[in-house]
């Protein structure tokens, strides 16, 4: 990947005040409206309030709420900002993106800080997390990637593939990806291919203990369940449009809880269909179904749908049974 000819610039500087002009703004008008806004506040107090404001989500609010950002760092604020980019026409939706990119690369930290988890909440886990995440990686230097990388465990797979690569290149940057990685199994959004990752974890050095100990248990282990009891659905039931699959209850016995869908679901070496849904929402007064009754395990139970063949249910309740991510079994028996 090639390094930008010409990162962002420094928010609140003349080379910013110029790029104003590339959303119809000038920097007078907005410092205006900045004015306007803080008047009625205490100016003296490192407190604000943004939830008080009744600001637009046209270009002109996008401003102000990046101004204000930089002197009031918080998530509140980027709230709003998002709202802005949800509404907005491309090239507004690019300068936001831009000022993400400078808000990581100049922070000061605080700013910086504030701008990686209002990604992480607003932007890498929704629709549109691979064309934010593409855009921030082509704008910033690498040597300014950690914030980047750090919060990418929900942006999928293939967008973050090449930047993660090009990380495992640089021994700074290990810290970094070593949490972006951790991120992708463990956050709640993760999304991740195992196999790569865990060739990705083997190249890099991670000095944190737990953070080391975290990576090697998603790329050499199952997730450990102990199952309950299992839901036979009648699939001749209009309501149930997920032929092929049955619900099993279970709790997670692994240390740490993770989840990666399409988990090949394994008992005693022998796979029994994959997990495609982690707490599916199954109302069993809508749905023509049996239950297989057995023990339910102690712990927080969470109903997986499991796509497989129904008649291995009565087979898969009260015991032990693996998770394991696509391909990575296979990969660790080579």
Not at 29 to 44: H, M, N, Q, R, T
Request: hydrophobic residues 45%.
């Amino acid at each position: 990947m090639s390094e930008p000819t010409s990162p962002p610039p420094r928010i609140g500087t003349p080379d910013w005040d110029r790029e104003l002009a590339g959303i119809g703004l000038d920097r007078p008008s907005v410092d205006a409206d900045v004015d306007d806004v803080l008047e009625p506040a205490d100016a003296a107090r490192d407190e604000f309030d943004p939830h008080a404001l009744d600001l637009g989500v046209d270009a002109e609010s996008a401003a102000v709420w990046v101004l204000l950002h930089q002197r009031f760092p918080s998530y509140g604020i980027l709230m709003y900002l998002r709202m802005c980019w949800s509404n907005g026409d491309p090239v507004l939706q690019d300068w936001i993106v831009c000022q993400f990119a400078a808000m990581l690369i100049h922070g000061p930290g605080p700013v910086a800080e504030s701008a990686e988890y209002g990604l992480w909440v607003d932007y890498f886990e929704s629709p549109e997390a691979s064309q934010v995440f593409t855009a921030l990686a082509s704008r910033m230097p690498r040597s300014h990637w950690e914030r980047l990388i750090s919060g990418a465990g929900p942006v999928p797979w293939d967008a973050k593939r090449r930047v993660f690569q090009v990380a495992a290149e640089d021994p700074a940057l290990h810290p970094a990806l070593a949490r972006g990685l951790a991120g992708s199994f463990y956050d709640v959004y993760g999304r991740v291919d195992a196999v790569e990752a865990a060739a990705l974890a083997a190249r890099i050095t991670v000095a944190d203990e737990d953070l080391l100990e975290a990576l090697a248990e998603a790329t050499t282990q199952p997730l450990r369940l102990r199952t309950g009891s299992a839901v036979i659905v009648d699939e001749s039931d209009p309501g149930w449009p997920h032929q092929g699959s049955f619900l099993l209850r279970a709790v997670v016995r692994s240390p740490r809880s993770r989840w990666v869908g399409r988990s090949e679901l394994v008992a005693d070496g022998r796979v029994y269909g994959r997990l495609v849904h982690w707490d599916f929402p199954f109302d069993a007064s809508e749905i023509a179904h049996r239950t297989v009754a057995a023990p339910e395990p102690e712990g927080r139970i969470v109903l997986f749908r499991v796509e497989g063949a129904a008649e291995h249910a009565e087979s898969l309740v009260n015991r032990d049974v693996e998770a394991w991510p696509p391909g990575l079994r296979e990969h660790l028996a080579r």
